[in-house]
């Protein structure tokens, strides 16, 4: 999974925005394909709004989808986490931590992204060279 | 001496974060770090020539004093600004996400968003 080659230096994406109300996410998924496509291994924590990014079933007219994007970018290897808390509190966990998925549950967010509690992101954050926050 | 990398993503005058990031890096260049500053979405609008406000002056004192300043061609041309209206010495990359991911995992000790 994350730094299968011990010399690739890996890039953390915290998303703290959803989609469709400012670039952040578009951002986030820009600077994780032109990451990944360079060569480093790359990770996106979805955290507070950020959760919604990975909502299922977006239909954006005029924007970029980027429930399809994550999904894209999770197939390219994109390691995408979403936080467990945040999942909840907005409404798309169903139920206990599912250790043979290794995710929380859920049918409301987009294939290739996982729900899992904060931990996920200090296990991000203590494999990772650089970090690239986007909130505000 | 450290190399920081900052990423702005706000417009300059809606909000502080612009003028707080210009504050740090002034702070940092008398120190001698070396700074990059990527600006993306609204705040290519600090790039904009011509600007009374604090924040847009502050481009122009940190590029005197050795601050590298990147911008999204794309997005200026989107918000209407062209090559011909932004601040000398601001540098308009043809792959500037390719430029910050580089300058990131390669040069940068830390980046900082604001």
Redesign the interface.
């Known amino acids: 999974m994350v730094n299968v080659d011990k010399n690739k230096?890996t890039?953390t994406i915290l998303l703290l925005k959803g989609p469709y109300a400012?670039?952040?996410a578009d951002?986030a998924c820009?600077?994780a394909e032109?990451?990944i496509d360079?060569g480093?291994s790359v990770n996106i924590f979805l955290y507070g709004d950020g959760v919604h990014a990975a909502m299922k079933g977006q239909a954006p007219k005029a924007f970029l989808n980027i429930g399809d994007y994550l999904t894209k970018l999770a197939k390219k290897g994109v390691v995408i986490k979403s936080c467990q808390r945040c999942s909840g509190a907005r409404g798309y966990l169903e139920g206990e931590f599912d250790a043979e998925k290794d995710s929380y549950p859920s049918s409301k967010i987009v294939d290739g992204v996982k729900i899992y509690g904060l931990y996920g992101f200090i296990d991000f954050l203590s494999k990772s060279?650089?970090?690239?926050?986007?909130?505000? | 001496m450290k190399s920081i990398i900052f990423?702005l993503?706000?417009a300059p005058y809606g909000?502080s974060?612009s003028e707080e990031a210009m504050h740090l890096v002034l702070e940092g260049l008398k120190k001698g770090d070396t700074i990059s500053i990527y600006l993306?979405?609204?705040a290519v609008l600090l790039a904009k020539n011509g600007q009374r406000g604090r924040a847009g002056k502050a481009i122009e004192e940190v590029i005197s004093h050795g601050a590298k300043v990147y911008a999204s061609r794309a997005e200026l041309l989107s918000r209407g600004v062209s090559e011909s209206g932004i601040i000398p010495g601001v540098v308009l990359p043809e792959?500037l996400?390719?430029a910050?991911?580089?300058d990131?995992?390669e040069r940068?000790d830390?980046?900082l968003?604001?």
């Open positions: 230096k890039l400012s670039q952040l951002y820009k600077i032109k990451a360079m480093y060279d650089k970090v690239l926050t986007f909130s505000g | 990423v993503t706000k909000k974060e993306l979405s609204d792959d996400l390719g910050l991911v580089e990131a995992m940068a830390s980046t968003s604001f």
